[in-house]
């Protein structure tokens, strides 16, 4: 059983799931009195509902939130994200106590690559080093001798050896960018994150027609063809940053649209476009997952302590090697 069945079954042991939430209550005053009285920290991802954002103590990439993880003195950990970043603090934090708010909150990228799979993948290229996405599983983690983020994984790739045969895992099209600025041949896991797959180029393409002046900006876990329109290639605190620090007042964004909310706040001036996907029928790239997490269900997640993230110890050690590899080789990146 994994670590998210774990955690599932933990909550309806306990019948935590048929609680219901007091009529009346002030789910932010509440959140903050638990935060106090447990002397916790939320950490959320820029991709999360706005409110929840706004609560945060850490908001931050995958990158941010692993550093935050790693330093916090709290004695219980509330991570507003998917369950592979909650992992990742509980690899982080074996002595303390890490909750999920929802256990449904998966990732279609971390779920293309298993621990398993990844062995037999490596064994067929037995000279080969494996860098892997922070996107993964802790068994994927543990299979691997190195975990990058996006803002990281350029600035570490080029720090080994050109001559170093690589396995990049799982994600396909950010591991085809990284060959490419990298001068890399790196073998890549065919895996993908579906929200940044879903971009239209010739939606895209119509929207930078409508808005001459505006800037496309896209992250790049997005397909090849969309990456060679943008003007701006970045993680997703680096298209915040070019965001706030570019001269253009338009941007067409093509990440996941969560990130626009913390834009807005801190260029409250310019015009931000959340890029448009294949489906004509929808007009955001929302990461359904990621909006799992609710005001409600952090206020029960915290009240209550669950559903709560565990790791086997030696899966968690082998996984913490790869991890401290990254934040060692990543020190001077922002």
């Not at 996405?133 to 996006?150: F, L, M, P, Q």
Request: with cysteine; aromatic share 6%; hydrophobic share 40%.
């Amino acid at each position: 059983m994994n670590t998210i069945e774990n955690a599932t079954a933990n909550l309806q042991t306990k019948g935590f799931l048929d609680l219901k939430i007091p009529e009346g209550i002030d789910l932010i005053e509440e959140i903050n009195r638990l935060r106090k009285e447990k002397n916790a920290v939320i950490l959320a991802h820029y991709y999360q509902k706005g409110a929840i954002q706004d609560l945060a103590d850490y908001l931050g990439d995958s990158l941010q939130l692993a550093r935050a993880a790693a330093k916090t003195d709290a004695d219980l950990i509330v991570f507003c994200g998917v369950h592979f970043m909650a992992e990742a603090a509980k690899i982080l934090n074996p002595t303390k106590k890490v909750v999920l708010p929802d256990t449904k909150a998966g990732c279609t990228l971390a779920d293309s690559c298993s621990g398993e799979g990844l062995r037999e993948f490596r064994a067929q290229h037995p000279n080969a080093i494996v860098v892997s996405y922070i996107n993964c599983d802790a068994g994927v983690k543990a299979e691997s001798d190195i975990i990058v983020t996006s803002s990281n994984a350029e600035h570490i790739i080029n720090s080994l050896s050109k001559e170093q045969e690589i396995i990049f895992a799982p994600d396909r099209n950010l591991g085809r960018y990284l060959n490419q600025v990298c001068n890399r041949n790196m073998i890549l896991w065919d895996g993908a994150c579906y929200v940044h797959e879903a971009f239209s180029l010739e939606r895209i393409a119509q929207q930078m027609a409508e808005h001459p002046n505006a800037k496309l900006i896209a992250h790049p876990e997005s397909q090849e063809d969309v990456l060679r329109m943008a003007h701006f290639i970045g993680s997703t605190s680096r298209l915040l940053d070019f965001v706030v620090e570019d001269s253009a007042q338009e941007f067409i964004v093509a990440t996941e649209e969560g990130i626009l909310h913390e834009m807005e706040k801190l260029a409250p001036h310019k015009k931000l476009i959340p890029a448009l996907v294949k489906d004509e029928t929808c007009h955001c790239s929302e990461c359904a997952f990621m909006k799992l997490n609710t005001l409600e269900k952090l206020y029960l997640c915290m009240k209550y302590e669950l559903p709560e993230i565990t790791i086997e110890e030696d899966l968690r050690v082998k996984a913490l090697a790869a991890i401290n590899r990254m934040l060692n080789l990543s020190e001077k990146i922002k």
